[in-house]
């Protein structure tokens, strides 16, 4: 993978910042994208320490002129992007009828327009060199969740958005799929328990207890299937969406 570029959003920490170092060691040379680029310094020096090459990338996913903006300041550092990571994500969780229209529109937007505008800005690099690799991160939230109407349903959205580039860009040696991870020990995840009052190593041993494999999964879970969907040897793999849960998912 030397010479290729990567963009992950939502890099600055957690799944994204695995992601992120994980595809440096892979040989690709990373944009480090997040709201506030200076949040992302942690995981360009974590990069740049093991030899890799990165760059921090400030840009609101749901703004076009700054994904625009980022993709191009990207694209001057290190070449064209053709591999996007569409990690960015935020939670607003609520039952249906305390949900606001804000709380509902920032989770969509951030999601779905996020994915969007980043995959957009990057496809015409794909297109350039015949060869691409988008991985849009999806949940086992996507099956439905009480209390997350709004985050479950940018979830299957992304699902939606994965297949259909898949059909669209396939021709342009560009392949599309997601990873939908169930419950993974991250600072989102802890900020959940913090809101429901309960210790985090309790919701945690809680999640382990309903799981086949016996365990909570970690950031380094899914970057690995992140990084297989990137390879070259998933070439012929598109328009898929693998649970990464620690066991079967409908």
Excluded at 101 to 128: C, I, K, N, P, S
Excluded at 218 to 244: C, H, K, R, T
Aim: net charge negative; glycine share 12%.
């Amino acid at each position: 993978m030397n010479g290729r570029v990567a963009v992950v959003s939502g890099a600055a920490r957690g799944i994204g910042a695995a992601v992120a170092t994980r595809l440096a060691a892979d040989g690709l040379a990373i944009g480090v994208l997040d709201l506030d680029a200076a949040a992302c310094t942690s995981t360009v020096d974590a990069i740049t320490a093991a030899g890799g090459q990165a760059i921090a990338l400030g840009a609101d996913v749901a703004d076009e002129a700054a994904v625009q903006a980022a993709v191009q300041q990207l694209a001057d550092a290190f070449g064209g992007p053709t591999v996007v990571v569409n990690n960015a994500g935020i939670t607003r969780d609520n039952l249906l009828f305390k949900m606001s229209v804000a709380d509902w529109d920032a989770v969509l937007g951030v999601h779905l327009r996020g994915a969007f505008l980043l995959t957009r800005a990057a496809q015409a690099y794909m297109v350039e060199q015949k060869w691409g690799r988008v991985v849009n991160l999806s949940s086992t939230s996507a099956l439905g969740n009480r209390g997350q109407v709004n985050y479950s349903a940018a979830k299957a959205g992304m699902q939606g958005f994965t297949k259909t580039l898949a059909l669209e860009l396939g021709r342009f040696g560009v392949t599309a799929n997601a990873v939908a991870p169930g419950f993974i020990a991250t600072d989102m995840t802890e900020q959940t328990a913090d809101r429901l009052g309960v210790p985090f190593d309790d919701f945690k041993a809680a999640a382990a207890s309903q799981i086949p494999v016996g365990r909570v999964g970690e950031p380094a879970d899914i970057a690995n299937a992140v990084s297989f969907f990137v390879g070259e040897a998933a070439g012929f793999v598109s328009g898929q969406v693998l649970y990464v849960a620690g066991g079967p998912k409908d």
